[in-house]
């Protein structure tokens, strides 16, 4: 493994023009994972008819690197502005933007940027020791019952974060899973909840309504604030977290990797799942869960560790397999075909070159967005300066073109603003909003793995149950429930 | 290593096989005069699926076949969902000046058959060209030793009393879920249909034996297939492509009936101007005809059988497909509107 790692990292820092690629790949990712709306998959999208004229290596190497910073991209605009990039983003905006209005914008940031690089070489350096065999092991042993299993046992623990009662968390986590209810059924393809009107029958679509959630409802709270005189601006702070503090996570950023790599390793899964799974985890092996959602650094490193984690497990199914676990991945297997290439099996024997420059690739640009990501912050915490009132109409302004610009539906402007407004009034009683985002994107994936598992054991719960891994988390998911549901008591009398 | 050289050799074979008995450019003018200087700026493609799925990667490599043609841009508009209803209610909505073209697959066929509320892609849209055309196959893991071939799968399956599965795309009405009915129907077999929206997932789901075979289209799957790691049982087609020569076909295994084909292709506004109509038929006609997307199917195993239509031949395909699909619903019991 090490001969062949000195081999890629020579091929891939041998030749100026794949250097060149690297570098545009891990900036042009940073950027496009920042705005929202811009994603990642934009620029992909953008550059996949171009990487025709590259070598195979370094189309598929440059497709790498965007995906591992395109994912830590969205995190800063998360904690600065409640504004995630990306859905794998939003978790981190669950914490990092609380920790923002409490003056610790720059621990915020400190964390995820060294968070992000953990979790992402932690991952590389996986997919390069064990990728065939963590690859067959996860398509035999985890099927659309377990993926449901482990959204169900994420989900139990929702209702602890950001409400001031659990009784408004489990509402909150509720009224996400409604929404995810709306549009074509996972399985039929019945429509629901559309009204009638076709832009609906694709359903609520992410980017939208977490645009809406965070940064709009932020903006009417801020805006009541200031009309009320009560408006304070967040202090900018350049303190980075001490050593000391990030030791103290140790085992949060390790629960984090291992949560993120073994949803990033499930094919058509991916990141978003894995941030919103690690989150959840960290909740529920805190002592103090009561404390999420209002500025706990330990929701940062979760999210963030987690998003990166998935990266370089995603590329494990895809390389090994040739199953893609999201849409950039999707997009490298057209990279792949584009060059006579099948990603799978037999590239690990015809093109060993070409892998190791990717794994080469991947573990340097997750140790690009350390460097980077420090050099870059201290200029970025400079915009929590912008007064409020310049400040808010950019926020709606980006928004705005991030909703319409994702699938180029007015629909998606008018979800954002419905959205905003009613993250506000829930905002106002007490509700949670990372609750309701959980609900909504756990809903949307668990609804979808629970049919097909249904599907699988012929509609008996009995043979659902008899999968260990999947039974195990059921479980694990009751236990928390029922915990959950005893505190609530326990704080009624 | 003998394995994988046998492999590539089988797989070389089968393709030029196939490009040789199916791809010839049929559109023979190498250039047109533009119609009042039209086109004069870009084009917009809408696209109802995401970049990377088979709709979003048959509409790169047709918008840079024409591109090279003509020289004209081509931006492709995504906009996935509901099972390509939101793109084709878009594209109904663009201004119909030829500047706006749409990518689309035989579900705006079948979507129509089911409700005629819904665009006729033969009489609401010109069809300038399909582009690719294919058959499904039935495929099983390469080592499963339960079953081999057809008729050992259809009597396992029916020795499981209904508790076999196969992973497929099974929305009500689509292709894949009537083509099942068909088999089922004529071999005497229950199976459940586990369905996949994703690729991966269900690819992911016959390699890791969570299921016990696969319902797809051989472009689809063409990595497993020169991995060794799946293996066609049964074609839905007429007859035996070269390309799978070894493979039996519904009719030979004692099925009868017309296989539905699955098939993408470019279509514009049917009140669009007659002559701007007749440049796009041109550019997205010749455009076929350009290696790079001849390669491009050849990769997609869309040189198998003829992949090519000119708008009439599409206007037929879609029109028999439409007749075929409003039989089956009725008999199905759904509610044809």
């Known amino acids: 493994m090490i001969e062949n790692f000195i081999a890629g990292t020579t091929a891939l820092f041998g030749d100026p023009f794949t250097i060149g690629i690297f570098v545009f790949g891990v900036i042009g990712g940073m950027l496009f994972g920042a705005i929202p709306g811009v994603s990642m998959l934009t620029l992909a999208a953008i550059l996949l008819p171009f990487t025709a004229g590259l070598e195979p290596a370094q189309g598929v190497m440059l497709f790498a690197v965007i995906y591992c910073t395109g994912t830590y991209g969205g995190a800063i605009t998360a904690i600065l502005f409640n504004i995630p990039g990306s859905p794998e983003n939003a978790p981190t905006a669950f914490d990092g933007y609380p920790m923002t209005q409490k003056g610790q914008s720059g621990k915020a940031v400190g964390a995820a940027v060294l968070c992000s690089a953990i979790g992402g070489v932690a991952s590389a350096l996986v997919m390069m020791a064990a990728t065939e065999p963590l690859a067959n092991w996860a398509i035999r042993n985890i099927g659309p019952p377990e993926i449901f299993a482990l959204v169900f046992f994420g989900l139990a623990v929702a209702s602890s974060v950001g409400a001031r009662t659990i009784w408004k968390g489990w509402m909150s986590v509720l009224i996400g899973l409604l929404i995810a209810t709306i549009g074509q059924d996972p399985v039929g393809g019945i429509n629901r909840y559309n009204f009638g009107l076709t832009d609906l029958a694709a359903g609520i679509a992410f980017v939208p309504a977490i645009l809406g959630f965070f940064a709009v409802s932020e903006i009417f709270v801020q805006a009541e604030k200031t009309a009320s005189g009560k408006y304070k601006a967040p202090k900018v702070s350049m303190t980075f977290p001490s050593f000391l503090e990030l030791w103290m996570h140790k085992i949060a950023v390790l629960r984090s990797i291992i949560v993120g790599f073994l949803c990033g390793i499930l094919p058509g899964i991916g990141a978003t799942l894995a941030a919103f799974m690690s989150y959840g985890e960290a909740v529920r092996w805190s002592k103090n869960k009561d404390e999420f959602g209002k500025g706990k650094m330990e929701g940062v490193i979760s999210a963030e560790t987690a998003n990166n984690a998935a990266t370089g497990a995603a590329m494990i199914p895809l390389l090994a397999l040739g199953l893609p676990g999201g849409a950039l991945t999707a997009m490298m297997v057209a990279v792949f075909q584009m060059h006579d290439l099948q990603p799978g099996p037999l590239v690990f024997m015809l093109s060993p070159d070409l892998i190791w420059i990717v794994f080469a690739a991947m573990f340097y640009a997750n140790l690009s967005i350390l460097l980077i990501g420090l050099l870059e912050t201290k200029t970025i915490l400079n915009l929590l300066k912008i007064p409020f009132q310049f400040l808010a109409p950019l926020i709606l302004m980006l928004a705005t073109t991030g909703a319409y610009i994702s699938r180029g539906l007015v629909l998606d402007v008018m979800v954002m603003f419905l959205a905003g407004i009613l993250g506000y009034l829930l905002r106002r009683s007490g509700f949670s909003i990372p609750g309701i985002v959980l609900g909504l994107i756990l809903g949307k994936i668990g609804e979808q793995n629970f049919a097909q598992g249904m599907q699988m054991v012929h509609y008996d719960l009995a043979t659902y149950f008899s999968r260990p891994i999947c039974s195990i988390l059921i479980l694990a998911g009751v236990l928390t429930l029922g915990s959950s549901i005893y505190r609530a008591f326990a704080t009624a009398k | ?337």
């Not at chain 2, 009393?161 to 229950?190: C, L, P, Q, Y």
């Open chain 2, 1 to 337: 290593m003998k394995r994988l050289f046998g492999t590539a050799a089988i797989v070389a074979v089968m393709a030029t096989a196939g490009t040789a008995s199916a791809f010839e450019c049929k559109r023979s003018e190498a250039s047109m005069e533009k119609p009042g200087g039209f086109p004069e700026r870009a084009l917009t493609m809408i696209v109802p699926y995401g970049p990377a799925g088979g709709s979003g990667q048959v509409a790169a490599a047709m918008a840079e076949a024409v591109t090279e043609l003509t020289g004209i841009p081509i931006n492709r508009d995504h906009k996935p969902g509901g099972s390509g209803t939101v793109g084709m209610t878009a594209y109904m909505a663009a201004p119909a000046d030829g500047y706006n073209v749409l990518e689309h697959i035989d579900d705006a066929s079948s979507a129509h058959a089911l409700d005629s509320s819904l665009p006729n892609p033969a009489t609401d849209l010109i069809p300038l060209v399909t582009s690719q055309v294919t058959f499904s196959q039935i495929y099983i893991r390469t080592n499963e030793t339960r079953y081999t071939d057809w008729p050992s799968f259809v009597e396992w399956v029916k020795a499981q009393d209904g508790k076999a599965t196969i992973a497929n795309v099974s929305k009500e009405g689509s292709m894949e879920r009537v083509t099942m009915k068909f088999i089922t129907d004529a071999s005497g077999m229950s199976i459940q249909q586990i369905s996949f929206d994703k690729g991966a997932p269900r690819y992911g789901a016959l390699l890791g034996g969570q299921v016990d075979a696969l319902f797809e289209q051989p472009g689809d799957v063409r990595n497993f297939l020169d991995a060794n790691q799946f293996k066609p049982i049964l074609t839905i087609f007429d007859e035996r492509p070269d390309a799978f020569a070894d493979t039996p076909t519904h009719r030979e295994m004692g099925m009868d009936f017309d296989p539905l084909l699955r098939f993408r292709g470019f279509y514009v506004h049917a009140d669009a101007p007659a002559d701007r109509v007749e440049w796009l038929k041109w550019a997205f006609q010749r455009g076929y005809c350009e290696d790079s997307y001849h390669a491009f199917n050849e990769s997609k195993f869309m040189t198998v059988i003829d992949s090519y239509r000119d708008t009439d031949g599409a206007k037929d395909l879609i029109m028999r497909s439409i007749d075929q699909y409003r039989e089956v619903y009725k008999a199905m019991g759904l509610d044809v509107k």
